[in-house]
C-alpha cells in the first residue's frame, strides 16, 4: 500500500516537472543565457563579428574615466534620473488624481478616457509622429498657432532648455492611461461596505479620500511607481525619435539607451561598432537600476497598508 502511494507521488511530482519544462527552457534561452552572456561580453573587445579577446575591466574604466565618453554617459544618466524625478513627483500623482476623478463619473469623463487610453492603442513610433507635427519648427501646429496670434515662434524640441520639458509631456500623455488603469482598478476592488459605512458614518469626500481611498491604493501605488521606475531608466523609443541618435541639441534627449545604441551599433568611441563595450554599458545600467529598485522598494514597503 505505501508502495503504491509512493509511486503516485512520484509520478505526480515527475508531471509538475514536465509541466514547468518548457517555461523554464524558454527562460533559460531567451532571458538567463543572454544575462549571462552580456556579461561576459562586457570583459571582451568584440566588435560583433570575427573573434575576441578579453580585456578585463578595461571596458568599465572606459566608462567611467574616459574623457570624451564619460561626460556623455553621466549627461544621459542624469536625464534618466531627471525623468525619474519626474515620475516619482508629477506623474504618478497626475494619474492618481485622473483615476480618483474618473472614479467619481465626473462630468465627461466618456471623452477624457478616450483622450487618455489612446495612446495605449497605438505605438511610441506614432506617438512620436504626433508630437512632431505639433512642434516641428516649420511645419508644426504649435508654430502656426504662435504664429496666428502674434508671438513669437520656438525652435521646440531645438532648444535644449525647453526639449526635456517637452518629452515629460509626451510622456505623461502616452503613459497616463497605463497607471490610471491601475490606480482605477484598485479604486473599484474597494469594498462597499467600506463606502457606505464611511457615508453613514458623515464621512466627508475629503475625509474618504485621505482616510480610506488613499491608504486602501498603496499598494496600486507601489507597483505603479516600480514598473515605471523601470520604465525610466530603460527609456529609449520616444527620445531617439524626436531627438535622434545624437541625444537631440547639446545631449538635451541623451538617456543612456541612446548612448548604448550609438556606441555600441555606430562609431562613438573607436570608430567601429563596439559589442563588448556596449554589454559593458549594458552591465553598469543594469546595477544601477538593481540599486535604485531595491531602494525604492525598501522605502514604498514601509507605506504598505497590508504590512
Not at 574604466?61 to 542624469?78: S, Y
Not at 502674434?150 to 502616452?174: C, H, R, T, Y
Not at 559589442?275 to 543594469?286: H, K, Q, W
Amino acid at each position: 500500500m505505501s508502495g503504491t502511494m509512493v509511486r503516485k507521488k512520484h509520478h505526480k511530482s515527475r508531471n509538475y516537472r514536465l509541466f514547468i519544462l518548457p517555461a523554464l527552457i524558454f527562460y533559460t534561452v531567451f532571458i538567463a543565457f543572454p544575462i549571462v552572456y552580456g556579461l561576459f561580453l562586457g570583459f571582451t573587445d568584440w566588435s560583433g563579428v570575427g573573434s575576441f579577446n578579453i580585456v578585463g575591466l578595461k571596458n568599465f574604466i572606459t566608462i567611467f574615466t574616459d574623457e570624451r565618453f564619460t561626460p556623455t554617459f553621466f549627461n544621459a544618466l542624469i536625464n534618466n534620473f531627471k525623468y525619474l524625478i519626474c515620475v516619482w513627483i508629477i506623474i504618478t500623482p497626475l494619474q492618481y488624481l485622473l483615476a480618483y476623478l474618473l472614479y467619481l463619473k465626473i462630468p465627461g469623463r466618456k471623452y477624457i478616457q478616450f483622450m487618455l487610453f489612446l495612446p495605449q492603442v497605438i505605438s511610441s513610433a506614432i506617438v512620436g509622429f504626433f508630437a512632431t507635427l505639433v512642434f516641428d519648427p516649420n511645419i508644426g501646429f504649435a508654430n502656426s498657432l504662435l504664429s496666428t496670434l502674434g508671438l513669437e515662434e520656438s525652435a521646440w524640441f531645438g532648444d535644449p532648455n525647453m526639449a526635456f520639458k517637452l518629452l515629460i509631456i509626451v510622456i505623461i500623455w502616452q503613459s497616463t492611461g497605463t497607471g490610471i488603469m491601475i490606480f482605477y482598478a484598485n479604486f473599484m476592488d474597494i469594498s462597499s461596505d467600506v463606502m457606505e459605512a464611511s457615508k453613514v458614518d458623515g464621512c466627508t469626500e475629503v475625509q474618504r479620500f485621505f482616510h480610506i481611498m488613499l491608504p486602501m491604493s498603496l499598494p496600486a501605488a507601489s507597483s505603479n511607481i516600480t514598473m515605471s521606475t523601470i520604465w525610466a531608466l530603460a527609456i529609449f523609443d520616444l527620445p531617439y525619435m524626436l531627438g535622434g541618435s545624437e541625444g537631440g541639441v547639446s545631449g538635451s534627449l541623451d538617456f543612456d539607451n541612446i548612448v548604448f545604441y550609438r556606441y555600441t551599433f555606430g562609431t562613438g568611441l573607436n570608430g567601429k561598432s563596439d559589442m563588448g563595450f556596449g554589454a559593458a554599458i549594458c552591465v553598469v545600467m543594469f546595477v544601477i537600476m538593481l540599486i535604485v529598485t531595491v531602494i525604492q522598494n525598501r522605502v514604498l514597503a514601509r507605506f504598505d497598508y497590508n504590512s
